[in-house]
């Protein structure tokens, strides 16, 4: 009896152990399987969008920041005007210039330095200007450098160093700071060296932030864009330009005046006091409303060019 | 079936039982653990491969936002070749922008259009397993999302070959890794199977030593450092000190400081914290085999002394029976239902049986039915009463009548019960005839007393008429009345005669006491009697110690018994036969002894009680007057002897050829003419004891 008792615990333990073994291990092979074919092939074409007026932000920043700042607006604008309205993406400046010039954007918004380069070589017609988060519907340049550096202690002090601006094309970001240079006697040759960014703002202050490069330009407010990835105490704005007048929305000539005349007024009759929508789409956008505008209003730019000896045709 | 396998089980080593049961058990548990740890790592892995697919598919769709959204075909399919090229388990990718368009995939040669079917709600749980010609696939689903707008939908087949492959590596890992742990379990379990048998093996050993009656084992294993070496003690006197054999904390009246005097397991408290059984205390069955051990010495000593107390037992026991069997005593043992529980070998040889014969039997197997029921009942009243029985009982054996003392008494228990009954009985036949021979010899000292004063008194009156008788017969010449007188003279003479012997007989007769030669004395009569005995063909051979020395006494009073002794053998004997006469000296018993043995006719014998009788005969009438062995007898109880007769004749008493010696004269005649014959014994004192005789008054 004893040899019984003593027998059966440690059977009936190590029955259990392997059955729950066996059962656990059968776990993993119950998985389902659906049954396809991959041997059933077909040649798929792409369906044809349908057709629709384009509208291109000036790829100061990445395609998805464009398209996070500005999807809103344009199904706005859509929306508003009945019009089929379709983002699109250049990859840079010049991309930008050439989708206009071949008539891939209808509707630009572009920096005052580009609209210029737009109106004369492809008649450009700016319809409205964005009023900035300050409230102005002008902007300017700054001129930043690391905090810590010591060398650089206002305007005079960039001769001979390293510059970083945001692309030849960008007005805040390169036009406007060389214009307030030139202004200071300070010419492109007295520079150490002029590099580029690519045309993205956060690049220029990464470079700089990084001590890649002793000076950065950028348009005014850019530091924010990047407040999150660095800390922006370490930069120090050595001088700010002057003001010019903003960011513009320009239409493409093969738009009917009609449709400009309509999408102009969606734009005005955008209400952020008001409307918690349209205060949703200007958030995104990061302005808060437009301003009509006209070709006329942009003189001073061209002035500016000039003044640098930039070729606008 | 159970019981078959329990048999054989039961029928293996411990070694190999613990070896099995390890093994099975290390079997069941590490393939009941390897099998649950290879379905956790197979699921593990699988997961892996899962997520290692989904992270693949979510990098791709959170890259594609920027090709989509510029509409950037060469960088999509870049990204998707890039993904697809570089890991060879990735069977495919494609990407739709938000209207199920495909942007870009992969696959050449058209597109497997079964997969727009499948897996379209990147929102439901990923991935989904498809069968497909190629094996099965994990095809994963991930939206290109940006803000809160879906641009797309990045999909990407992975083959589960490659997962597989993986989690039959790891099985294949799991299952040598569980067969390498339980083969070094196995070689363990062997080991420490070997480590306890072994022990068990030599506890077994040492109790088939002791079964064999060898007690001089040891179980347990010797100490690398004794108690004297530890504790750095020298005292011979203490019971541990140079013992290798016990453990000190089983001994009692160990010296150490902290033993305290007491005993095991009464010490054990104050040894458990003592740096020797710290030390040398090991395990159970080290402990068992010390416990062994001290078993195996204390049985030893124990059987020592119980075997000298078998010896002792032994000794006193055959004591006992050697005495039992040598008394001639009857001695027996009864229990209450009266059956023998013990029986000396005198009443054994009593009763013809041997003591394993008698015990367990009662009386009534034993004796006639008389007998027995007449014991049961006198034993009964025994047992009852508790009164003990002394009595005298006659018995008629073989040999003759013999008188037993019997004596019953009972036995007591411790409580004061009467549990048996003893007997004792002793043959007194010979103090009885002791008795009968005392009596008669006060008888006849009374008669000799009486007939002395009757025959002193007679002697006168017969002098006074055979004086009268002799004066009348000088005065009478009548012939006729002289022939009368001459009748009363002779009768007269006779009866003087008569009155002489019985003077004789009383001794109330004067002796001449004298220096005797025995010897002398003997052959003087021989040589008077030889010549007549011859003629009646009765030869006399003698046989004389020549160391006797002289005696005191009356030698013509001793030549008279003499001549009666081979009067009276020739008158048994009558015609042919043989007499032997025989002196020797007793020198020890400062005695001479006389014998004279004929080949007469015997006594019978119940009359040899009766011989010396005063005239007493068995001679035909006028043939003896009786009186002849009478005064033998008081003769010789003058001189401070004893006669006595025996009939037959003890073979002391004869010469080893007689009566057939050569000598005898060939034909004369052969044995079977003799009878049984008499011998009669005298025996004379070497002092002078002699009575002086007691004269008449």
Known sequence: ?313 | MNNIFSNIFSGLRLKTKITLGVTVMLVFCGLGIGLILSAMSSAALLEEGRKRGMALTSGLAFRMAEPILAVDFLQMKNLIDNVHNQYDDVVYVFLTDAADNILSHTFSGGFPVDLLGVNLDGQKAQPLLLSTEAGLIYDFNAQVILGERNLGTVRLGLSRQEMDAQVRRQKQISLLSTLAIVGIGIMLALWFAHTVTFRLNRLRRSAEAMIEGNLDVQAGFPLEKNCWDIMACDRNECPAYKDTKQRCWHLPGTLCPDCSGLEHPHKMQSCRRCPVYRTNFGDEVQELAEAFDVMAITVKAHIEELTAREKTIARQQGLLKTIMNVTPDFITLQDRDLRYQFASKAFGDFLGLSEEDIVGKTDADLFSEHQADLNFHEDKQILITGQPLSKQIAVNRPEGRKTLHLIKIPVYDQDGGITGLLLTARDISILKKYQEQLIQSQKMEDLGRLAGGVAHEINTPLGIILGYTQLLMEEIKDENLTNDLKIIEKQTKVCRKIVADLLGFSRYSKSAIETVDINASLQDVIKLVEHVFFLNHIKIFSNFDENIPSLTGDIERLKQVWLNLLNNAADAIGQEGAIYVQSKLCAHRQRVLVSIADTGKGIKEEHLNKIFDPFFTTKQVGKGTGLGLSVSFGIIQEHGGSISALSPPPREYLPDDFPASVDFGPGDFGPGDFGPGTVFIIELPLEPTMESGRAPQ
């Open chain 1, 1 to 313: 009896m004893t040899k019984r008792h003593s027998e059966k615990p440690a059977g009936i333990i190590c029955g259990m152990i392997l059955l729950a073994a066996v059962f656990l291990s059968a776990c993993g092979e119950t998985e389902e399987a659906i049954t396809i074919s991959l041997e059933k092939r077909e040649e798929i074409a792409f369906t044809l969008q349908v057709p629709a007026l384009t509208y291109a932000y000036l790829p100061q920043y990445s395609h998805t920041e464009s398209f996070q700042r500005h999807h809103r607006l344009v199904e706005y604008l859509a929306e508003q005007t009945g019009l089929s309205i379709r983002q699109v993406f250049p990859d840079t400046f010049d991309d930008h210039i050439h989708m206009f010039g071949q008539g891939k954007i209808d509707i630009s918004y572009s920096n005052p330095f580009v609209y210029v380069k737009l109106a004369n070589r492809f008649g450009a017609r700016a319809m409205t200007r964005i009023i900035e988060e300050d409230g102005r519907a002008e902007f300017r340049g700054q001129i930043i450098a690391r905090k810590d550096n010591r060398e650089i202690k206002d305007i005079s002090d960039c001769r001979g160093k390293s510059w970083v601006a945001v692309d030849p094309s960008s007005a805040g970001g390169y036009l406007f700071p060389l214009g307030h240079f030139v202004d200071h006697g300070i010419h492109l040759e007295d520079f150490r060296e002029v590099v580029f960014s690519g045309g993205r703002q956060e690049n220029v202050i990464l470079g700089v932030y990084a001590g890649l490069h002793d000076i950065g330009t950028i348009r005014e407010g850019s530091l924010s864009v990047v407040e999150d990835k660095i800390d922006i105490d370490q930069i120090r704005i050595i001088d700010n330009t002057r003001w010019y007048p903003g960011w513009v929305y320009a239409y493409s000539p093969r738009l009917s005046q009609e449709a400009a005349g309509q999408i102009r007024d969606a734009m005005l009759a955008l209400d952020p006091e008001n409307n918690p929508r349209h205060r949703e789409i200007l958030d995104a956008a990061r302005f808060i409303g437009f301003v009509p505008s006209d070709d006329r209003d942009f003189d001073p730019v061209r002035e500016l060019s000039a003044k640098v000896g930039l070729d606008l045709e």
